[in-house]
C-alpha cells in the first residue's frame, strides 16, 4: 500500500497522488492543494514553460512532444463513473493522472478516486485503469497501463537548468520529479464543469512552472515540474478568456491546477 503524504509549498504549493494501486490519501491534506487559476494567456505561458523544459527521447536526441494535451468526453468519464459505482457500491470522488508517454505523445494513465470509509474521508484508487481513445475512455489491462508509465520515466527528459541538455526524470539523488497528479472532484472538477455549462470535453493540459520543495531537500534548488490544467472545451471552442479569476471563484472561462503532486512525498 502507498501512503501519501503532502507537504506545502512556499508559494502555497501542496500535491500528491501515487502510480501505484489503491494508495491512500489522507483526507485532511485536501486544503493544501496548489491553488491556481489560469487565464487563456496565462495557461499560454505555463503550456510554453512545458515545452520549452520537457522533451522526450527518441533514439539519442531529445524530441518535442508531439502533443501535450489530451481531452476526454465528460459523458465518456460519466458513463464510466456510473460502471464504477454500481460494481462497487461507491462513487467516484477523484481523478487521478498518471504521466505516461506513448511514442512522442502525452499518454495518461487514468484512474478515479473513492472516499474510504473506513479512514473518514481519506481517498483511494478504484482498481481499473484507462487511457483515451478517439477522446474516449477505454479501460486497459495493468501490464499496458504500466508501460505508458515506464516509457514516461524511461524516455521523459527534463531541462537542465540555464542548459541545453536534458536529464531523466528522478536522475538528481534525493529530488523527486512528480509523476502524476490528483484532483479531488466535489470543489474543483465539478465545479470547473458546472460554472462553465455543462461543456463536452474536460481538457488535460501540461503546464510546468519552477518550483521548489524545501521541505524534502537539503537545498531549496527550484527546478522545472511537470504539473496539469483542466479546463473545458465545446465543439464551438474552448472556454478560456483573458478575464481574472474572480473573487467569487467563479471558474468561467478559466483553466485550473487545483491538484495534488506525487512525489515529493509519497511512502510506500
Request: proline letters at 7%; hydrophobic letters at 35%.
Amino acid at each position: 500500500m502507498v501512503l501519501f503524504c503532502l507537504i506545502q509549498k512556499r508559494a502555497v504549493m501542496a500535491k500528491t497522488t501515487s502510480t501505484k494501486s489503491n494508495p491512500v490519501v489522507p483526507a485532511n491534506t485536501l486544503s493544501n492543494r496548489r491553488a491556481k487559476l489560469y487565464n487563456a494567456i496565462e495557461l499560454d505561458t505555463v503550456r510554453s514553460d512545458f515545452a520549452k523544459n520537457f522533451r522526450v527521447l527518441s533514439g539519442n536526441l531529445y524530441e518535442p512532444f508531439n502533443t501535450a494535451e489530451v481531452r476526454v468526453e465528460i459523458s465518456s468519464m460519466n458513463t464510466v463513473e456510473l460502471v464504477l459505482r454500481s460494481k462497487h457500491s461507491t462513487p467516484a470522488r477523484g481523478i487521478h493522472f498518471d504521466f505516461g508517454v506513448n511514442g512522442l505523445d502525452f499518454h495518461p494513465v487514468i484512474q478515479f478516486m473513492f472516499s474510504d470509509p473506513d479512514t473518514k474521508g481519506d481517498l483511494r484508487l478504484f482498481p481499473e485503469q484507462y487511457h483515451i481513445v478517439n477522446n474516449h475512455l477505454v479501460e486497459i489491462d495493468p501490464t499496458q497501463a504500466d508501460s505508458f508509465r515506464t516509457n514516461y520515466r524511461n524516455t521523459c527528459g527534463i531541462r537542465v537548468a540555464k542548459s541545453n541538455l536534458f536529464r531523466r526524470v528522478d536522475s538528481i539523488t534525493g529530488l523527486p520529479d512528480p509523476k502524476a497528479e490528483w484532483f479531488p472532484y466535489a470543489d474543483n472538477v465539478n465545479k470547473l464543469i458546472r460554472d462553465n455549462e455543462d461543456p463536452k470535453y474536460l481538457v488535460v493540459s501540461c503546464i510546468s512552472e519552477m518550483l521548489s520543495y524545501p521541505a524534502i531537500a537539503l537545498e531549496d534548488t527550484p527546478d522545472h515540474r511537470h504539473m496539469l490544467a483542466l479546463y473545458t472545451a465545446s465543439e464551438a471552442g474552448v472556454n478560456l478568456g483573458t478575464n481574472s479569476a474572480p473573487p467569487s471563484g467563479n471558474y468561467r472561462n478559466l483553466a485550473m491546477d487545483l491538484g495534488h503532486l506525487c512525489p515529493p512525498r509519497c511512502k510506500k
